[in-house]
């Protein structure tokens, strides 16, 4: 019998569809269990159904474009998909993993109609799965990292910016909005409003960006890492480089700065007068920064020093 249970289990099923297993954040758990007391169970356990079918159209999206999953974790406020590609994998597949989330909002609308249509089940209860479905699809399209809608912004940002620029362009934005809602939250409270779940969400949101402005330079740092792989592709499928044009003087940190993130990079070192000293690969300047860099040292050093 309990064979038979954790078959039909969600990470059972998730471990299945897409080879990663389900987490309950600890405080998920103590909210089923208070809608067992409450009464609200009927609701709890739909919003649930609502949230694992969103992350499991991110994690087949990501599955199938080759991705490797850690796990789907369920929080109070939603669920995330935890993957090992941050910035190391072309931004119209992120953008892609991004929206596939909240695309299946759209199916379990249009079901949840179609079965209140034809008179199946309560259509009291389709009423309310629609609702939830509007909710969660709406609000996860808030451009504020790391809900879809602040992914998708990213990688939009992305395509006109180096990406360390629009990693904190998207942070900060982030930060500010979520300064909004937990505002709009306490005028809410003042005003004699209980909004207890929207100020909840706002402090989750600004705590998270915080982190992610906190552990930006890491996030660049696997960003950097993964350019010789990337280097490898564009070559490889043959691309129109992206030129970059520095100083002699130019840090090799303010250089690496200026990568963007689906554009392979050719650098020219101006000398006195504009003359061009070198042209190297972007390879060469990460390597360096990563492997060989002494702090503040320029990229005249790079093709002096050989």
């Given at each position: 019998?309990?064979?038979?249970?954790?078959?039909?289990?969600?990470?059972?099923?998730?471990?299945?569809?897409?080879?990663a297993?389900i987490?309950?954040?600890?405080?998920?758990?103590?909210?089923l269990?208070?809608?067992?007391v409450?009464?609200?169970?009927?609701?709890?356990?739909?919003?649930?159904?609502?949230?694992?079918?969103?992350?499991?159209?991110?994690?087949?999206?990501?599955?199938?474009?080759?991705?490797?999953?850690?796990?789907?974790?369920?929080?109070?406020?939603g669920?995330?998909?935890?993957?090992?590609?941050?910035?190391?994998?072309?931004?119209r597949e992120?953008?892609?993993?991004?929206?596939?989330?909240?695309?299946?909002?759209?199916?379990?609308?249009?079901?949840?109609?179609?079965?209140k249509?034809?008179?199946?089940?309560?259509?009291?209860?389709?009423?309310?799965?629609?609702?939830?479905?509007?909710?969660?699809?709406?609000?996860?399209?808030?451009?504020?990292?790391?809900?879809?809608g602040?992914?998708?912004?990213?990688?939009?940002?992305?395509?006109?910016?180096?990406?360390?620029?629009?990693?904190?362009?998207?942070?900060?934005?982030?930060?500010?909005?979520?300064?909004?809602?937990?505002?709009?939250?306490?005028?809410?409270?003042?005003?004699?409003?209980?909004?207890?779940?929207?100020l909840?969400?706002?402090?989750?949101?600004?705590s998270?960006?915080?982190?992610?402005?906190?552990?930006?330079?890491?996030?660049?740092l696997?960003?950097l890492?993964?350019?010789?792989?990337?280097?490898?592709?564009?070559?490889?499928?043959?691309?129109?480089?992206q030129?970059?044009?520095?100083?002699?003087?130019r840090?090799?940190?303010?250089?690496?700065?200026?990568?963007?993130?689906?554009?392979?990079?050719?650098?020219?070192?101006?000398?006195?007068?504009?003359?061009?000293?070198?042209?190297?690969?972007?390879?060469?300047?990460?390597?360096?920064?990563?492997?060989?860099r002494?702090?503040?040292?320029?990229v005249?050093?790079?093709?002096?020093?050989?």
């Amino acid at each position: 019998m309990y064979r038979k249970l954790q078959a039909i289990s969600p990470s059972a099923l998730a471990q299945r569809l897409i080879g990663a297993p389900i987490r309950l954040h600890p405080l998920f758990v103590v909210l089923l269990v208070l809608s067992v007391v409450t009464g609200y169970f009927l609701e709890t356990a739909t919003l649930f159904v609502i949230v694992f079918i969103h992350e499991l159209g991110h994690a087949a999206a990501a599955r199938g474009l080759g991705w490797r999953i850690r796990h789907i974790r369920l929080l109070p406020f939603g669920g995330v998909a935890e993957v090992e590609e941050h910035g190391n994998v072309p931004a119209r597949e992120e953008l892609l993993v991004a929206l596939a989330g909240p695309l299946q909002h759209v199916w379990m609308i249009a079901f949840a109609w179609l079965m209140k249509q034809l008179g199946v089940a309560d259509p009291v209860w389709w009423e309310y799965f629609i609702k939830a479905n509007m909710a969660i699809g709406l609000f996860n399209l808030l451009p504020i990292m790391p809900l879809d809608g602040g992914r998708v912004l990213q990688c939009l940002v992305c395509y006109g910016t180096p990406y360390r620029r629009a990693m904190s362009i998207c942070t900060y934005a982030g930060l500010a909005l979520s300064a909004l809602l937990v505002a709009l939250a306490a005028l809410r409270i003042a005003a004699g409003d209980l909004q207890l779940n929207l100020l909840l969400v706002g402090l989750f949101l600004l705590s998270s960006n915080w982190m992610l402005l906190r552990n930006a330079p890491y996030q660049f740092l696997r960003f950097l890492m993964s350019r010789d792989a990337a280097a490898a592709r564009f070559i490889g499928r043959g691309t129109l480089a992206q030129p970059i044009v520095v100083s002699r003087q130019r840090r090799l940190a303010d250089i690496v700065k200026l990568l963007m993130r689906d554009k392979y990079h050719l650098i020219y070192v101006l000398g006195e007068g504009g003359t061009i000293q070198a042209v190297m690969p972007e390879q060469r300047i990460v390597e360096r920064y990563l492997r060989e860099r002494p702090p503040g040292s320029a990229v005249s050093e790079l093709f002096v020093l050989k």
